[in-house]
């Protein structure tokens, strides 16, 4: 499978791309900056530069044409303001469903975020990003030319993973390390049978092609 990644750089993204690189999976990470390219490279991953704050949605388009399957993993990260939550967290999610769409690029998965939700009230930048993160599920969600499958993971963590998650509708709130998220969406961009979900992860014990499975079949 050809698997395009929005946020190609980021710390989800370059555990996903080590697996699918290492599953014989070609893997194209979208960056922001050329500097970032060889870490890609280092994860058996194309870099393509290309700012989704900037970039036309025919732009990305040219990039997904072809693939098999594309990934939302970018996002503003902890340190932006209020601003960039809605260009990115929302806004470029929304371009990259749009591209998705015209480049005729079905399977589509979201890493959300547990709790988004477009109606969350509050001032403060965290709910700002719960809001945009919901906008842009809601969004992704609305389209009937995607089988979109969003992903709302618990607290992340740099842990080590260990394969064992619970993956379901509700999990309630907990830790789960960045490599399991990985994992997870690596199966997942294989899993037609979860298009239409809306999953939560956290810790768990059952291993991660198991839960996947268990959700496609339910």
Do not use: C
């Not at 080590?18 to 900056?33: D, K, M, N």
């Not at 960039?84 to 929304?94: C, E, H, M, S």
């Not at 906008?135 to 979109?148: F, I, M, N, Q």
């Not at 993956?167 to 298009?195: K, M, N």
């Amino acid at each position: 499978m050809r698997i395009v990644i929005a946020g190609g750089h980021g710390r989800i993204a370059l555990r996903l791309e080590r697996l699918l690189s290492a599953g014989g999976h070609e893997a194209v990470g979208l960056i922001r900056r050329p500097e970032q390219a060889e870490d890609l490279r280092a994860a058996g991953a194309e870099p393509v530069v290309l700012d989704l704050e900037s970039a036309s949605v025919e732009e990305v388009a040219e990039v997904l044409r072809g693939a098999d399957a594309a990934v939302f993993a970018a996002g503003a990260g902890p340190g932006s303001g209020a601003a960039r939550k809605d260009t990115v967290d929302r806004g470029a999610a929304v371009l990259f469903a749009d591209a998705a769409e015209r480049a005729g690029v079905r399977r589509f998965v979201v890493v959300s975020s547990m709790g988004a939700d477009a109606r969350h009230t509050g001032d403060d930048v965290f709910d700002v990003y719960l809001r945009a993160k919901g906008a842009a599920d809601d969004a992704v969600r609305s389209r009937p030319g995607l089988e979109w499958t969003v992903l709302r993971p618990g607290m992340l963590t740099d842990d080590a993973g260990t394969g064992l998650v619970r993956l379901e509708a509700r999990t309630g709130r907990g830790p789960i390390p960045r490599d399991d998220v990985a994992a997870v969406l690596a199966e997942l961009v294989d899993s037609p049978g979860t298009a239409g979900l809306t999953l939560e992860l956290v810790s768990g014990s059952i291993p991660v092609g198991v839960a996947v499975t268990d959700v496609a079949g339910n």
